[in-house]
């Protein structure tokens, strides 16, 4: 029982100590209360107001709880039996005279400790992230699917492909018809020259693990390098996965299709790749040119023409 004394109990004591100056009848007449329940808190009473708390009411026993001799028939059982299972346990235990279900051994055993601890997890502790220095240091590339009721063609699909520079948020969006490796490698062509523009040079390109990406984890393909891994290396530029179910290492690209899905896709339509480019090409303006916290209320736009 808690040791604080609640208003319950206050109470309580005020009407205990009135009815042993007054009576019961006259403190059943004043408290409005009656004369069984005074009785019940007056047998209780030791004249401390901890003795007014309320109790548990779990019941000490139970008509149909297991008896010593099961229990004892459970406990040689088990010792004799270590590791056998839940169901060929009862079943022996059935055998021998136990006629409870098997829910009721489970129950009676759990109470009893009879299962062993379950090995502690090893904790993933993760990394503290790495700050980038400069612009180009690392930029994450995803993909997004396009919102199917967005698209007024039902044939039609289509991708947004996206960089944006850690360091300096700088993004670069582009739009295709089909989730590839061919498509991530002529993304991968296009970024570097509009970096490029910009002043940025790339210098590590961060995606997660989409066989448009690797193949990583294709069963036959292993060994073999992707279009876009083929590109990277080919221009010279270092291709860094993430760890494995894990988008939050690719954290500001997820983040900035969040951003994507509540100001651009929430309020658009496009009837063509053609159409959905040129929309594309003007959100990717509007967002290197709006104002972010991390940045200190800049634009990416305007916090790049600081470094370069």
């Not at 208003?7 to 004591?13: K, N, P, V």
């Not at 490796?181 to 210098?203: C, H, M, P």
Request: proline share 5%.
């Amino acid at each position: 029982m808690s040791k604080s004394i609640t208003q319950d109990m206050a109470y309580r004591q005020s009407l205990m100590k009135y009815t042993e100056k007054y009576g019961v009848s006259r403190a059943s007449r004043k408290y409005n209360k009656s004369r069984s329940y005074i009785y019940f808190w007056k047998a209780r009473w030791d004249g401390s107001v901890e003795s007014l708390g309320c109790q548990s009411r779990r019941p000490h026993s139970h008509p149909n709880q297991h008896t010593e001799t099961e229990l004892k028939l459970i406990r040689d059982m088990r010792r004799r039996n270590p590791d056998l299972g839940m169901v060929e346990l009862w079943h022996r235990l059935k055998k021998r005279g136990y006629t409870r279900r098997p829910e009721s051994l489970f129950r009676v055993m759990r109470k009893m400790g009879m299962f062993p601890q379950e090995a502690s997890k090893n904790h993933y502790t993760p990394k503290p992230y790495e700050q980038m220095t400069y612009p180009g240091q690392r930029i994450q590339v995803d993909v997004k699917v396009v919102p199917r009721r967005c698209i007024a063609d039902p044939e039609l699909r289509l991708f947004q492909y996206t960089a944006i520079d850690e360091f300096t948020r700088l993004r670069f969006l582009a739009a295709y018809p089909e989730q590839s490796t061919y498509s991530s490698a002529d993304f991968l062509n296009k970024l570097v020259r509009w970096y490029a523009r910009k002043g940025i040079q790339v210098e590590c390109i961060q995606t997660d693990n989409g066989f448009e990406f690797t193949n990583r984890f294709s069963n036959s393909k292993k060994d073999i390098l992707t279009l876009f891994e083929k590109t990277a290396h080919k221009l010279g530029i270092r291709h860094k996965l993430i760890r494995p179910y894990t988008p939050r290492h690719n954290g500001k690209v997820e983040r900035s299709h969040r951003e994507d899905q509540k100001r651009f896709y929430s309020c658009h339509s496009f009837y063509s790749l053609k159409d959905f480019e040129t929309q594309l090409t003007v959100h990717n303006r509007r967002s290197n040119n709006f104002p972010m916290r991390p940045l200190g209320w800049l634009s990416p736009a305007e916090f790049t023409v600081q470094y370069v």
